[in-house]
């Protein structure tokens, strides 16, 4: 079976900082090389904090933003073009902020009626059938169509927006904290349709969020981010309850429970290397309790571990 | 669009403008079929007729030519050529700026500079120069002005394009297949037609000026021909000797640029999003305060105690019951948390205290809150000042935007502290060093001249903290403080709260949705549904034993970590809208134990002492709830 999404040793460097005379003064990398493969049917969860590169990752899937390096494959094929399209009829977006993503100017139904004209040239009777359909699934009633964004609650709002990445028909949704912006009680509601979706129309998540909790009742895997890199990626189920990148342990210790005493989980600066000076080696080195000479001058790789997951560390924790 | 006319007919003296303009406009129009001598016919025996005379209303000119005929036909060719030139400058203007703005990079550059070359001369220089060489004629005096009006809409659009095209339903747009004209045409266009109408409206009585201005010169309108300039420039040998040549072609140059420019200023105020969500109405000091009935007698519960807190908003004739009759008190060393979903009033209960709610549209129609002993609520404005900050502070959920841009944080510092306390500026330096060390900031000298912006969100919320407390309150009122930030942050400054509460014994009021953070904080909790508490008691005890059916259901909605992948628990339905609240429990329609007693009367917030619950059928035992 061919892999969903296949990405290999993709990475976004951005230039910063402008001359008078054209050329940038300085490079940013955002977003490292990544090598990263998601199984068909399979939800990869994506966790990071601020400034660690996933929302740019998102970016270069869809298109949005070209890659500088390394190549992106849909199903076996390669993408290779900048044509946000072309990447749109296989690989869609659901936005963070509901609202935002969705034109005030614009009735649902224009919404929801630009894919299905425009990748797949259906035309009037057949996009009525498509959009009653996909409402049906979504949860929605008909006669929001005819209604602008302004009229919705955010959860409705965020529906809308996953009905117009269906309608596009991709089979993989790249999801960038799809429920941040919405209240617990709404949020659980538009989990259980994402799961939903997923099962009936065999949709494949890439699921990312700064919200542990949320990520791991969703995936299948979890891949931890850390200043463009991965630096951990394993089983959900294992990846926050045995982490092996001291990294991942200071995400999971942080996170607040339920039952759990505050402690401060960590006495250094939690302030992240300066991207425009990085560090030459591990890039948690200078927060991280373990780290020693080799850490500070050498990148690790990120290596399998016995299990099914890998971490980039030189001294993992032990299980 | 009715909405915008009711708005813009709501200001006066737009109105006025709109009705003359509208005037001015019909006159211009019905000119062809009014019984006028024929405008260009000279008849020197009656030259300089003074008004009023018989046969020539207006009087006529040095070449006996009837005044009121000329008037009119030259208001109408001013009016057209003033309107054609606003609407191709608009145009052109529009369609450099939005191309600008929505491609970026090199194109933006290019085409933003050579806006600014054209703008670099005077106005009058270039429209000049423009008719200098294509020769003077009102055709060539229309393009003129357009062309000198194309930068000012060009670099209007621009800024409110770039805006717009990186929206994320551009991206949206994008993916769904759109190519870039199309996303110009559909997406960016009807985003920018507003501003468009706005920049028009304010500035075609200024088009009509310079075509008056250049025809005054001789360079528009030719002989015969009358436009308003033409007429004034013809009029000016014989100003002294017969001002009415003069007065009469600028009078209705004087209508009708003040009539455009009041109602272009009404339209925009309709139009202008910022001015329609009242970003200019200025707020009160102090929210007003319209108390009915009683007032609530301190019981002496805690160092800030609320008492019956009702809050409502007042839009247009919808009443928003925010807070609706609200409970609380803490003490010191104490921290309380407020926990619920968006628009259950939790901050707006938190803000009522010292009077911050914006009014209008907020009120304080009922309660008071105590500090001891002495009710804030209605307290004068001089008197709230000097407690906000000194006796209890705020931190807010988002330190970027509570912290001023353009100062220092530490002069933000030491002037919170001589707001209140006459301190010299070196001791308050000190004190201000001293609060960033307390809040744990690496290198706290160096950061004293940080401005915000170079700070990570985690260091901002720190000073937010450190400011907060500048003047050793007593009660610290903290909304949401950790929400923007990263966990391993947010871990941080909640046991630096922790640690403040207990080392300096302050009464934290916590405000937040996270179960979490309240269980890992907070003593006491109250949990908020529409505007009301439902059910308080001590942390253990909501936490380990919910009795209201909606506390029990928003907790088994929170994922935990360490419980992998599973299906969430979900409360169907929507809270209800603060504007029509259902008579008794606000969360019957949610309610899978709601019997038709729920939805009768008030229902009272019942229990012994501090455990409390506002439910007729309360929980039992968690079992029930997972069932």
């Given amino acids: 079976m061919t892999a969903a999404l296949q990405l290999t040793g993709l990475s976004k460097t951005f230039p910063v900082g402008r001359k008078l005379f054209g050329g940038a003064s300085g490079r940013v990398k955002a977003v490292h090389p990544i090598t990263l493969t998601v199984e068909q049917g399979e939800t990869l969860g994506i966790v990071g904090e601020s400034g660690c590169g996933k929302s740019t990752l998102a970016r270069m899937l869809v298109g949005l933003l070209t890659p500088t390096e390394g190549r992106i494959e849909i199903e076996g094929a390669a993408l290779d073009t900048a044509d946000p399209a072309e990447f749109g009829k296989r690989i869609q977006y659901v936005f963070q902020d509901p609202i935002s993503s969705l034109n005030p100017r614009k009735t649902v139904r224009q919404i929801m009626e630009a894919p299905l004209k425009l990748l797949h040239g259906m035309d009037r009777a057949e996009r009525g059938r498509r959009i009653a359909e996909i409402f049906d699934s979504v949860n929605l009633r008909e006669e929001f169509l005819d209604r602008y964004p302004h009229e919705f609650s955010g959860g409705q709002a965020q529906r809308i927006g996953i009905a117009r990445a269906l309608a596009a028909q991709a089979r993989i949704l790249i999801l960038d904290e799809p429920v941040s912006a919405l209240d617990v009680s709404v949020q659980a509601q538009v989990l259980n349709l994402l799961a939903d979706l997923k099962r009936e129309f065999d949709l494949t998540y890439l699921f990312i969020s700064h919200d542990l909790a949320v990520v791991e009742a969703v995936s299948d895997r979890i891949a931890v981010l850390y200043f463009g890199s991965v630096v951990e990626i394993g089983p959900a189920e294992q990846i926050f309850s045995a982490p092996r990148h001291p990294y991942t342990r200071l995400l999971a210790d942080s996170a607040p429970v339920v039952g759990r005493p505050l402690t401060e989980p960590e006495a250094k600066g939690t302030e992240l290397p300066d991207p425009l000076n990085p560090p030459p080696g591990c890039a948690f080195a200078a927060r991280c309790p373990r780290a020693t000479e080799v850490c500070r001058d050498n990148v690790p790789p990120l290596e399998p571990d016995a299990g099914a997951g890998a971490a980039a560390c030189f001294h993992p924790l032990a299980e | ?627």
């Fill in chain 2, 1 to 627: 669009m009715m909405a915008f006319l009711r708005l813009l007919a709501r200001n006066r003296l737009a109105l006025v403008g709109g009705v003359m303009l509208s005037l001015v406009v019909l006159l211009a129009l019905v000119t062809p079929l009014l019984p006028l001598a024929p405008p260009n016919v000279t008849a020197t025996g009656d030259r300089f007729l003074p008004p009023f005379s018989e046969g020539a209303l207006l009087g006529t000119d040095h070449l006996g030519r009837d005044l009121l005929s000329r008037l009119l036909w030259g208001t109408r060719l001013s009016l057209a050529v003033g309107f054609a030139a606003a609407i191709v400058a608009a145009t052109l203007g529009a369609a450099i700026g939005i191309i600008a703005g929505f491609y970026g990079g090199r194109t933006d550059n290019v085409i933003m500079r050579g806006v600014d070359m054209l703008m670099a001369f005077p106005y009058i220089l270039l429209a000049l120069a423009i008719v200098a060489a294509l020769g003077p004629g009102l055709f060539n005096a229309l393009i003129a002005v357009a062309a000198v009006n194309v930068p000012f809409f060009a670099r209007n659009i621009r800024g409110i394009t770039v805006g717009i095209a990186h929206k994320e339903f551009v991206d949206a747009a994008r993916l769904s297949g759109m190519s870039n004209a199309r996303i110009i045409l559909t997406e960016i266009l009807p985003n920018v037609i507003p501003v468009i109408v706005i920049a028009m409206s304010t500035t075609i009585g200024w088009m009509i000026l310079e075509t008056a201005g250049l025809s005054f010169l001789g360079l528009g309108s030719q002989p015969p021909v009358a436009d308003l300039g033409s007429m004034l420039g013809e009029a000016r040998s014989a100003l002294i000797t017969n001002p009415h040549t003069s007065v009469v072609p600028g009078v209705m140059i004087l209508i009708i640029v003040m009539s455009i420019n009041l109602l272009g200023d009404g339209i925009r105020d309709a139009l202008d999003p910022r001015l329609k969500s009242g970003a200019l109405s200025r707020p009160m000091a102090a929210t007003r305060v319209d108390r009915q009935g009683a007032v609530p007698a301190a019981t002496g519960a805690g160092l800030l105690e609320v008492r019956g807190l009702e809050t409502q908003f007042h839009v247009k004739d919808r009443v928003y019951r925010a807070v609706g009759g609200v409970d609380l008190a803490v003490k010191p060393g104490e921290c309380l948390g407020i926990i619920g979903e968006s628009g259950s009033g939790k901050s707006v209960t938190a803000l009522s205290v010292m009077g911050l709610v914006a009014s209008p549209p907020g009120i304080v129609t009922g309660g008071a809150a105590y500090y001891d002993g002495d009710d804030l609520i209605g307290a004068p404005y001089a008197r709230l000042r000097a407690m906000r900050g000194r006796n209890v502070a705020y931190i807010f959920q988002d330190p970027q935007a509570t912290l001023h841009p353009l100062y220092r944080v530490g002069d933000q510092l030491i002037e919170a502290m001589q707001v209140h306390q006459p301190v010299s500026n070196s001791a308050a330096r000190a004190k201000a060093l001293a609060l960033l060390r307390d809040v744990r900031i690496p290198n706290a000298e160096q950061r004293l001249s940080d401005y915000p912006h170079e700070m990570s969100g985690g260091m901002r919320q720190r000073v937010g903290i450190a400011m907060a407390l500048a003047n050793d309150p007593e009660v610290i009122i903290a909304d949401e403080p950790t929400t923007a930030l990263d966990v391993t942050v947010q871990a941080q400054v909640l046991s630096l709260l922790d640690d403040l509460r207990r080392s300096r014994g302050l009464a934290i009021v916590f405000i937040t949705h996270d179960f979490g953070v309240v269980a890992q904080l907070c003593d006491r909790v109250a949990v908020m549904y529409a505007g009301r508490i439902v059910e308080e008691g001590t942390t253990r005890e909501i936490l380990e034993m919910p009795r209201h059916p909606y506390t029990a259901r928003l907790m088994a909605c929170v994922p935990e970590l360490g419980q992998g992948k599973r299906k969430l628990a979900s409360i169907p339905g929507l809270p209800p809208v603060v504007d029509r609240l259902p008579p008794g429990c606000a969360f019957a329609d949610r309610c899978p134990k709601a019997q038709p007693v729920c939805r009768e009367g008030d229902i009272p917030l019942d229990g012994e002492g501090m455990r409390r619950v506002r439910c007729l059928f309360p929980e039992t035992g968690l079992r029930e709830v997972a069932e």
